[in-house]
T-cell receptor, first 110, second 117 residues
Framework: DAKTTQPTSMDCAEGRAANLPCNHS???????VYWYRQIHSQGPQYIIHGLKNNETNEMASLIITEDRKSSTLILPHATLRDTAVYYCIVRSYNFNKFYFGSGTKLNVKP | EAGVTQFPSHSVIEKGQTVTLRCDPISGHDNLYWYRRVMGKEIKFLLHFVKESKQDESGMPNNRFLAERTGGTYSTLKVQPAELEDSGVYFCASSPKTGEPGANVLTFGAGSRLTVL
């Protein structure tokens, strides 16, 4: 069911930017890209979402390619608390069914 | 503002027994969702309520699962009788109705871990 492809895991040094890629080559014109993360034993936490334009909030930046077939989540200054599984999700046409996929396990190291 | 609250945080039951999970969404949120992650698998959609009505229950695995949202506030998810493969974490999420601020964002609870022995 998942319509996104992400690397299984990534490492990042504390204080450096973490760039998490996601491929969503079959995305439709009216589908949004969402990013959530799950820190161990917690529920999924919303990070950011976008349609076409790049987006930035207090947590992260989202860069979407012009053809919308891929995107990158950027955590500008990763901390140890950012260690989590990050999910790139394409919102289905009827919204309610988020397909989480396997996500990327981000390991932030001291 | 209180977040999405789920109870219990962990339940251990034997095969064949019944368990009821409860979810209290964020106050005023019309939309309530149930998701689950069974062992080693991805988080999967179960169903969606709009107020007290089931909007979409296509993800419910079988008729041993019954979800209710009487009065359109909290929701319960009952598993009866529980089987070993039902073990996993059950997440509840809520969002405001379409058009309201934040309507495009699902806020998840911490989940209820179910262990069936």
């Amino acid at each position: 069911d998942a319509k996104t492809t992400q690397p299984t895991s990534m490492d990042c040094a504390e204080g450096r930017a973490a760039n998490l890629p996601c491929n969503h080559s079959t995305i439709s014109g009216n589908e949004y890209v969402y990013w959530y993360r799950q820190i161990h034993s917690q529920g999924p936490q919303y990070i950011i979402h976008g349609l076409k334009n790049n987006e930035t909030n207090e947590m992260a930046s989202l860069i979407i390619t012009e053809d919308r077939k891929s995107s990158t989540l950027i955590l500008p200054h990763a901390t140890l608390r950012d260690t989590a599984v990050y999910y790139c999700i394409v919102r289905s046409y009827n919204f309610n069914k988020f397909y989480f996929g396997s996500g990327t396990k981000l390991n932030v190291k001291p | 503002e209180a977040g999405v609250t789920q109870f219990p945080s962990h339940s251990v039951i034997e095969k064949g027994q019944t368990v009821t999970l409860r979810c209290d969404p964020i106050s005023g949120h019309d939309n309530l969702y149930w998701y689950r992650r069974v062992m080693g698998k991805e988080i999967k959609f179960l169903l969606h309520f709009v107020k007290e009505s089931k909007q979409d229950e296509s993800g419910m695995p079988n008729n041993r699962f019954l979800a209710e949202r009487t009065g359109g506030t909290y929701s319960t998810l009952k598993v009866q009788p529980a089987e070993l493969e039902d073990s996993g974490v059950y997440f509840c999420a809520s969002s405001p109705k379409t058009g309201e601020p934040g309507a495009n964002v699902l806020t998840f609870g911490a989940g209820s871990r179910l262990t069936v022995l």
